[in-house]
């Protein structure tokens, strides 16, 4: 079993930054890759990044790349999402995701992930 607490969403004008953790707990086999999703009322939960962990190996949405920079900290079991020049359709809840293995081009499929966190809100105004 893998326990994931998300932290760090908030509200914050266009062109802000934020920073998002998510602290692991549970068996660390089980968290070979991780990630962040994000979604909005009344839409799909969408890809945001993943890191596969200690291959240092990262993949982003083109909606993000050049903006969004997902790291690990392995030694606190935690992982980010730095999120900057933030734009209003950045606003949903973020969601941090993992699961033990799938192939790399599966990464931004939502049913891939066996464990989620609850979620943190971003509101970022114009």
């Known amino acids: 079993q893998v326990q994931l607490v998300e932290s760090g969403g908030g509200s914050v004008q266009a062109g802000g930054s934020l920073r998002l953790s998510c602290v692991a707990s549970?068996?660390?086999?089980?968290?070979?890759?991780m990630a962040w999703f994000r979604q909005t009322p009344g839409n799909e939960r969408e890809a945001v990044a993943m890191?596969?962990?200690?291959?240092?190996?990262?993949f982003y949405a083109d909606a993000v790349k050049g903006r969004f920079t997902i790291s690990q900290n392995n030694a606190k079991n935690t992982l980010y999402l730095q999120m900057n020049s933030l734009k209003p359709e950045d606003t949903a809840i973020y969601y941090c995701a993992a699961d033990d293995s799938m192939p790399s081009s599966m990464w931004s499929v939502r049913t891939e992930y066996q464990y989620w966190g609850q979620g943190t809100q971003v509101t970022v105004s114009s």
């Open positions: 549970g068996d660390s086999t089980s968290r070979n890759y």
């Open positions: 890191i596969r962990s200690n291959f240092g190996l990262t």
